[in-house]
């Protein structure tokens, strides 16, 4: 009995280590389509974050906080040369940019008064971010007829064209030029 005994104890062992190994290679192939299925899931899990995070700074990319053109042009009015040009008014805003001041919140307007002066400081609060967009057309109107008016002769006035800095943020609209264009886009990004 003993030895009976024995061999059916051998027997069971062997059978449950058999069935051991099978269910191991059963679990070895469930762990790899289940690794498969986690790494699906992981890729898929990235490119999501990478949408949202994509589609966020497309949002962020325009926002402008709403500041008083009273501290814009404040500000702008610190940078070198602004307090020296002309402020050329309602008529010279209609003038130049075909803006009717009734159809804006605000503007910041200065321009040299020499007509062989390309320096320009306009700053255009619109009521709107989607208004904004036809001040920006007319600010890039506004520098390429300038470039027309001084291609071929004036060498000093195309190089300060060429640095011009016609942007929009929101629903702020501005056209910078002169030597000191890149100090004013700062300033004024600084605040918006």
């Known amino acids: 009995m003993k030895l009976n005994t024995k061999r059916n104890i051998l027997s069971d062992f062997s059978g449950k280590l058999s069935g051991n190994l099978k269910k191991n290679k059963n679990q070895g192939t469930s762990i790899l389509s289940d690794f498969k299925l986690t790494g699906s899931l992981i890729i898929k899990s990235v490119m999501v974050i990478f949408l949202v995070v994509y589609l966020g700074r497309l949002y962020v990319s325009d926002y402008a906080a709403d500041i008083s053109m009273d501290k814009i042009s404040a500000s702008l009015e610190q940078v070198s040369g602004v307090t020296d040009l ?107």
Not at 114 to 136: F, H, I
Not at 158 to 176: D, H, I, Q, T
């Open 86 to 192: 002309s402020e050329p008014g309602v008529s010279g805003l209609r003038r130049f940019y075909q803006i009717d001041e009734n159809d804006i919140d605000s503007y910041f307007f200065r321009k040299a008064a020499s007509p062989m002066s390309v320096d320009e400081v306009l700053v255009v609060k619109a009521n709107s971010s989607s208004e904004a967009g036809a001040y920006l057309e007319a600010a890039q109107a506004h520098l390429e007829s300038q470039k027309n008016i001084f291609e071929g002769y004036g060498t000093d006035q195309m190089a300060l064209l060429g640095e011009a800095s016609v942007e929009k943020r929101g629903a702020y609209v501005w056209y910078f030029c002169g030597e000191n264009a890149q100090e004013l886009r700062q300033a004024l990004l600084s605040m918006i």
